[in-house]
């Protein structure tokens, strides 16, 4: 992994793909206990067909760096952090690629930076006061201190509770269980990454996008919305209320995908982006 140094955080990242691809480059956005391995099969996909992929894992509780002393891990600090991140690397004409919290992210990213952003896709994620959805309202008020974090994470070593719906069983169509238990080790592990999520969920328990997305007509650059509709959290309903508000929006339903569509059905996501980013580069 590579590194960039931000002034709120170190961010490892990969690439896939080449540097000097004709397309524009593709930056991914995860959510909450989860890392940039969620984009795997897409990113490969699309780094056959030609496109640059950059796969950060954000400071959202599966890093292993944790984030400096003090760093701003409000949504909208992690959103300029995705800005600097783009400036660091030189990244302009971007599609951003955003899933459940890390949809949310983009959103604010499109608000308050918009200017290297060239295009914008969400899959399943948050949305309006859907900021998280229930159950997930439940189980973030559980992790706003260190210690209930690692209380509760214990627990989590538990597979079937790992991949209940109180875990990635409503996320997901088919966890994989050494894929889900390396997403909680760090946090686990380090006490100092439990005070990063700790900090970052009681900062989500204030945030409502309810706002941001009353400007969301001003983004008149692409947006596809690719979204499962075996998705009990996000429903469609919800991507379609999204959709409406932007000037040049397009929906894909994903037959039966849940919140994880880039690992229920990569293809589709694959299909989409390379699409936007073909049309557009």
Known sequence: MAQVTLEQATIEYREVGPRDSLHPPVLFVHGILVDERLWDRVAEGLARKGFRCILP????????????????????????????????????EVTLVGNDTGGGLCQLVIDAHPDRVGRLLLTNCDAFDSFPPF?????????????????????????????????????????????????????????RIRR??????????????????????????????????????????????????????????????????????PSMVIDAIATVGAHSG
Do not use: Q
Not at 139 to 160: D, E, H
Not at 179 to 184: G, I, K, N, P, R
Not at 199 to 207: C, G, I, N, S
């Open 196 to 265: 990063d999520l700790a900090t970052l969920l009681r900062h989500v328990a204030e945030t409502d996008l309810t706002d941001v997305s009353t400007r969301f007509p001003r983004f008149i650059k692409p947006v596809t919305l690719v979204w499962g509709t075996g998705d009990r959290c996000f429903t469609p309903a919800l991507a379609r209320r999204l959709a409406a508000l932007f000037a040049n929006s397009t929906m894909i339903e994903v037959p039966g995908a849940k919140t994880f569509v880039a690992l229920d059905n």
């Open 57 to 92: 894992t954000w400071p959202l509780g599966s890093h292993l760096i944790p984030a400096n002393d003090g760093a701003d891990l409000s949504p909208a600090g992690i959103a300029t952090m995705i800005d600097e991140f783009m400036a660091a690397l030189d990244l302009t």
């Open 135 to 191: 159950p997930f309202t439940v189980v973030f008020a559980l992790l706003r201190g260190p210690m209930s974090i690692k209380a509760l994470l214990t627990t989590m070593r538990w597979t079937p509770l790992r991949h209940s719906p109180l875990g990635y069983g409503l996320l997901v169509g088919d966890p994989d269980p050494a894929l889900t238990a390396s997403w909680l080790e760090p946090c686990a592990k380090d006490k």
